[in-house]
């Protein structure tokens, strides 16, 4: 039997839909949200992300400003940009896409955005709330994963769930979100240190792959009826392709795919931080 499909791109897209309607609201209060991006280089992965962000803004009714820099651009002007969507009435709140280019320092960068403007609840003091337990903007990817198995009514209470990856935007975030009180999963951060993977992924009701590593997590490494979250993208000559084998269908319980399943909710979950923001 074939696992069910983890429809993120149908979920998005009616979360898209609910946000419309709140910044309609907002407007007829005099409130515009803005999102701004900061791009730096050519990564097409990130141009493509990136492009996706402004047409959900487009499509939601809010402003978008949108900052490209060249490969070329140093870690000054970077934080020009930064400092000029800090305060910039415009825009109410930003992110700077990741990953950045050699050079180019993450952390000082993440640390200069106003921590009330930071839309993908990276900068350390968000981090921070989340650790502590306080309101705080959720990390994207990882809230989009909690978003769609409770559409799905896939709990994560007293769960054993192996996380493959400890990457700053899914892996340690996805770890401190699923180990809060309402999500009361149990959580193996898993990584290239980790000595025997598949004992944690045989053992895991649900698995997050967040490595890019196309097609690394295969049928044998998982127990039958697990829920397995593929988030890894690679670029290859045969197209996008996850991090999930296509033989874990025949042995999941559920999964959602890439692409459709969490890269939708990751845009999604953007957009409601930024409404959120407003109100
Ligand atoms: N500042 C940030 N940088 C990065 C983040 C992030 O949350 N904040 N996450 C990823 C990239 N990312 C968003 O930025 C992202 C990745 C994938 C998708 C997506 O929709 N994927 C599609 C498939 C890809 C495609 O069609 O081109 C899917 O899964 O259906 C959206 C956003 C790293 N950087």
């Known amino acids: 039997m074939s696992a069910q499909i983890l ?22 209060r005099g409130i515009t949200p803005g999102l701004g991006t900061v791009l730096v280089g050519d990564d097409p992965g990130s141009h493509s992300y990136v492009g996706g962000k402004h047409r959900d803004c487009h499509e939601i009714g809010i402003n978008s400003i949108r900052v490209d820099l060249p490969d070329s651009a140093s870690e000054a002007d970077v934080m020009a940009a930064i400092k000029d969507l ?46 502590s337990g306080y309101d705080a903007p959720l990390p994207c990817t990882p809230h989009g994963i909690v978003e769609l198995l409770t559409h799905y009514g896939i709990s994560t209470k007293g769960a054993e769930v192996t996380v493959i990856g400890r990457g700053l935007t899914v892996g340690r975030p996805l770890g401190l979100l699923l180990t809060r009180k309402q999500e009361n999963a149990t959580v193996t951060l898993t990584h290239t240190g980790t000595k025997d993977l598949t004992m944690h992924t045989k053992n895991a009701d649900i698995i997050v792959a967040a490595i890019g590593q196309a097609h690394f997590l295969k049928a044998s490494m998982i ?3 697990a829920v397995v979250i593929d988030v890894g993208i690679s670029r290859t000559d045969k197209g996008l392709l996850g991090d999930v084998d296509p033989s874990v269908m025949d042995v999941a319980s559920w999964v959602a795919p890439m692409p459709g399943g969490v890269g939708p909710m990751t845009r999604a979950m953007l957009v409601k931080n930024v409404v959120d923001a407003c109100g």
């Open 7 to 28: 429809d993120g791109k149908a979920l998005a897209s009616k979360i898209k839909g609910e946000l419309a309607i709140r910044v309609t609201e907002l407007k007829s």
């Open 86 to 131: 800090n305060s910039s009435k415009e825009c109410t709140g930003y992110i700077v896409q990741l990953p950045l280019p050699k050079g180019i320092n993450t952390q000082r960068v993440l640390e200069a955005i106003d921590p009330s403007k930071d839309a993908d609840g990276l900068h350390p003091m968000n981090l921070g709330r989340l650790v």
């Open 223 to 225: 127990k039958p009826g």
